[in-house]
């Protein structure tokens, strides 16, 4: 089975670190994992990477100025998040956090 783990960044934190965990778990039950942020594209992570786990950063984190920029922002990054879903053959999502848990 693949499963997507989505989360908005990888930095510092007990719910990163938790996600990356879980990413370690499922590869070690034979399945795949891609982990969909919404960081930019290479961004680092606080915590060691598992082995195995594809990282895709989709660049969609910046803050937005006013309602309606807030309104076009949300539609690009949930177009961009099914799309990478779709793109990793996903069977299964895990979302993290509020940011992600809306979209």
């Known amino acids: 089975m693949r499963c997507a783990i989505c ?6 934190g007990g719910t990163q670190r938790l ?3 879980l990413a370690e778990h499922l590869l070690g039950q034979g ?8 960081d930019d594209p290479g961004a680092g992570s606080l915590f ?3 082995a195995g786990a594809r990282v895709v950063g989709l660049g969609l984190r910046a803050d937005s100025q006013g309602l309606l920029d807030a309104f076009s ?3 690009a990054r949930v177009a961009a998040l099914r799309l990478a879903l779709v793109r990793a053959g996903a069977e299964r999502a895990i ?5 992600t848990n809306i979209l």
């Open 19 to 21: 996600a990356l965990g």
């Open 7 to 12: 989360l908005s960044d990888l930095g510092a």
């Open 73 to 75: 922002a949300n539609r």
């Open 48 to 50: 060691p990477l598992p």
């Open 95 to 99: 979302s993290f956090l509020t940011t």
């Open 31 to 38: 399945h795949g994992v891609d982990i969909l942020t919404l």
